[in-house]
């Protein structure tokens, strides 16, 4: 099974200000042949489930605001807040979907500094 | 849009089955535009990904869980079922229900979830 290892655990940013969260792979999600990262990125708010926010590591789903940005590739990739709106408050997950079966991160806890 | 929703106990005796339903709502399962899936939270390891079906019937599991797993459907009423046999305290997680991507394997959206504790 691929593993995935997100950093931090839990992170509090001030408002308005940039955060950021890793996710690391224990193999490359990097399709050869096609040259895209099978890597996606959720958010939890509290008491709701999984919402999709990026996928092939850089796309942002319709209706995500453009705050949320993804990057990376291989086995190394960020989510980035720019600038943290208190809506923001969650917890974010990244997946790999590259093979089966599909694993997620442990999820990195957002909070308002 | 598509909304799920699962349903079925919330407590479990150990070494009995556990039974959940998804039903859909605002769209067909029996489209093959889609595969339906089951994914659980549990308070402290995470999510996990149990397996997803096709309105044909084909299934794909998570090999941890494949030999204590059956997830059936029924495009008749738009649901969609999970089997997860000998339940342990390991089992106790939130349970939910999830649309896989058309082509790829993310999953959006997703129930609510129900949440299921083993215990005597």
Request: charged letters at 15%.
């Amino acid at each position: 099974d691929i593993v995935m290892t997100q950093s931090p655990d839990s992170l509090a940013v001030s408002l308005g200000e940039r955060a950021t969260i890793n996710c690391k792979s224990s193999q490359s999600v990097l399709y050869s042949s096609n040259k895209k990262n099978y890597l996606a990125w959720y958010q939890q708010k509290p008491g709701q489930p999984p919402k999709l926010l990026i996928y092939w590591a850089s796309i942002r789903e319709s209706g995500v605001p453009d705050r949320f940005s993804g990057s990376g590739s291989g086995t190394d990739f960020t989510l980035t807040i720019s600038s943290l709106q208190a809506e923001d408050v969650a917890v974010y997950h990244c997946q790999q979907y590259y093979s089966g079966p599909y694993t997620f991160g442990q999820g990195t806890k957002v909070e308002i500094k | 849009q598509v909304q799920l929703q699962e349903s079925g106990p919330g407590l479990v005796k150990p070494s009995q089955t556990l039974s959940l339903t998804c039903t859909v709502s605002g769209g067909s399962i029996n489209n093959g535009d889609h595969y339906w899936s089951w994914i659980r939270q549990h308070p402290v390891k995470g999510l996990e990904w149990i397996g997803y079906i096709y309105y044909s019937g084909s299934t794909s599991y998570n090999p941890s869980l494949k030999s204590r797993t059956t997830i059936t459907i029924d495009t008749s009423k738009n649901q969609f079922s999970l089997k997860v046999d000998s339940m342990t305290a390991a089992d106790t997680a939130v349970y939910y229900c999830a649309r896989r991507h058309t082509n790829h394997n993310f999953f959006d959206p997703w129930g609510q979830g129900t949440l299921v504790t083993v215990s005597s």
